[in-house]
């Protein structure tokens, strides 16, 4: 059974930073890609970052476009998002996935998730 455990989420405020971590149980037979999702209450979960897992490519979806980083330590299984100059709209819940197409994927082919983890931004 593949676990992935994501931590690091809590209350923030507008404008500053978080770093969520994802430990995973090391590379993923099918399922080398990384990915951070996000649901915010009533909408649908969407893809905020991906990474392979040689970590040469990455992905953001437009909203994020620098303000978030994605990576990986190997050596340590885990997956990184720091994401900073938050804003309001980035409250929601964080998903860690592991997945095969890049850099999207349909969310009935994510092949595993996390538990989530909450981000909070009050301004």
């Known amino acids: 059974q593949v676990q992935l455990v994501e931590s690091g989420g809590g209350p923030v405020h507008t404008g500053d930073s978080v770093r969520l971590s994802c430990l995973t149980p090391?590379?993923?037979?099918?399922?080398?890609?990384m990915g951070w999702f996000r649901q915010a209450p009533g909408k649908e979960r969407e893809l905020v970052a991906a990474i392979r897992w040689s970590g040469t490519s990455t992905y953001y979806t437009d909203s994020m476009k620098g303000r978030a980083a994605i990576s990986r330590d190997n050596a340590k299984n885990t997956v990184y998002l720091q994401m900073n100059s938050l804003k309001p709209e980035d409250t929601a819940v964080y998903y860690c996935?592991?997945?095969?197409?890049?850099?999207?994927?349909?969310?009935?082919?994510?092949?595993?998730w996390g538990q989530g983890t909450q981000v909070t931004v009050s301004s």
């Open positions: 090391g590379r993923i037979e099918g399922a080398s890609i």
């Open positions: 996935a592991a997945y095969a197409s890049w850099p999207r994927v349909e969310l009935s082919q994510v092949r595993y």
